[in-house]
Nanobody, 116 residues
Framework: QVQLVESGGGLVQPGGSLRLSCTAS????????MGWYRQAPGKQRELVAV???????NYADSVKGRFTISRDNAKKTVYLQMNSLKPDDTAVYYC??????????WGKGTLVTVSS
């Protein structure tokens, strides 16, 4: 069973930065599309960024130019560098792993709070 463990969340002031990490286990990591999603209170879970196994990134319009997704296949870890954070970025951030069109696996999430 795939395990995904997120870390790096916390409280940050508007304009600040955070880097989230998601480390996978029990997974042939390099074959998976890895992604970050978020869910704010009272809202649906939404895509933030994904990176294909080939390293191609895609971002939600709301985070383009501010967030960067990257992966280290040797460490089985995907990162989300978040800069210029806004209060609207406050959410629980979830890591996602998907092999082809298969059912995705999810981490338990890490809370990011952007507030002064």
């Amino acid at each position: 069973q795939v395990q995904l463990v997120e870390s790096g969340g916390g409280l940050v002031q508007p304009g600040g930065s955070l880097r989230l990490s998601c480390t996978a286990s029990r997974i042939f990591f390099s074959l998976y599309t890895m992604g970050w999603y978020r869910q704010a209170p009272g809202k649906q879970r939404e895509l933030v960024a994904v990176m294909s196994r080939g390293g191609s990134p895609n971002y939600a319009d709301s985070v383009k130019g501010r967030f960067t997704i990257s992966r280290d296949n040797a460490k089985k870890t995907v990162y989300l560098q978040m800069n210029s954070l806004k209060p609207d970025d406050t959410a629980v951030y979830y890591c996602n792993a998907q092999l082809g069109d298969g059912k995705p696996d999810w981490g338990k999430g890490t809370l990011v709070t952007v507030s002064s």
